[in-house]
């Protein structure tokens, strides 16, 4: 598990020193594991009205961050339902000569809340994906409370009951998600985000551990970006199964370079 804290501007290198301060202030502010252990990677991006866009990045090595249960301990079960836990906060500093020290301000993920917190990463991812397809249902039941499940909950789309009504099949496969259409400089457009109808069926069931199971099987299968004829527009397939698609609506084809 690495922290990674990404600033942006438009300006100068002064700029620059100051985001790049700031985010290590940010990392800093989540151990994982051992203190002062977890690594960690840092972004400034300038972006410069008339010169060239650059990317500044800086590293810190770390010996943690990796979210293995200790022995006894029990393994995170992504099928089963978010657990809201509640950590004392504050990053815990070794103790010096023996006498504790006061806890700085932070979040510390201890190895006792590793499975429990291998739970809450895996299904943030799940619920990221469930709401790339407009899937609101699907994106409650992998939130806590604290999360915001229940601003999830009542909003659903066609394709999650029976009807099926906003799925495409594209470069050979079927997808389930949702349409948006807007103007992108004058021209409408139609974007269709979603994810392979077999894996979204089993993250709608509640089957975490199977999705991903299979997406990794087939992680270096998967990814794909190719012109789909019928579609008539570039598609985009990720390693995880989502997938994006644009294409311009009927009446505004133009010819492909």
């Not at 977890?38 to 650059?54: V, W, Y």
């Not at 510390?108 to 899937?135: D, I, K, M, N, R």
């Not at 495409?168 to 259409?181: C, I, K, S």
């Not at 992108?184 to 974007?191: F, H, K, M, S, W």
């Amino acid at each position: 598990m690495i922290p990674i804290a990404t600033k942006g501007n438009h300006s100068n290198a002064a700029i620059l020193a100051g985001q790049l301060a700031s985010a290590s202030a940010h990392a800093e502010a989540v151990h994982i594991g051992a203190w002062n252990e977890t690594p960690s990677l840092l972004f400034s991006t300038e972006l410069p009205a008339g010169g060239t866009l650059t990317v500044h990045a800086l590293q810190a090595a770390g010996r943690d961050g990796l979210l293995a249960v200790p022995s006894g301990g029990s393994r995170a079960d992504l099928d089963s339902d978010p657990v809201q836990e509640n950590p004392f906060p504050g990053i815990q500093p070794p103790r010096d000569g023996g006498m504790a020290r006061e806890p700085v301000p932070g979040c510390h993920v201890t190895p006792e809340y590793f499975g429990w917190f291998q739970q809450v990463l895996g299904h943030t991812a799940a619920a990221g994906l469930t709401a790339f397809t407009g899937s609101g249902q699907g994106t409650a039941r992998y939130l806590t409370e604290r999360q915001g499940n229940d601003r999830f909950d009542d909003f659903e789309h066609a394709a999650v009951g029976s009807v099926q009504d906003i799925s495409h099949r594209l470069l050979g496969r079927a997808y389930a998600g949702t349409d948006h259409v807007f103007r992108l400089n004058g021209p409408r457009v139609e974007a269709f985000s979603g994810m392979d109808e077999q894996l979204f069926e089993l993250l709608m069931a509640g089957k975490a551990e199977e999705y991903r199971v299979r997406v990794h099987a087939a992680r270096h299968a998967r990814p794909k970006l190719a012109w789909d004829k019928k579609w008539d527009g570039p598609v985009s397939v990720h390693a995880d199964g989502s997938v994006l698609a644009i294409r311009l609506l009927p009446g505004q084809r133009v010819k492909r370079s």
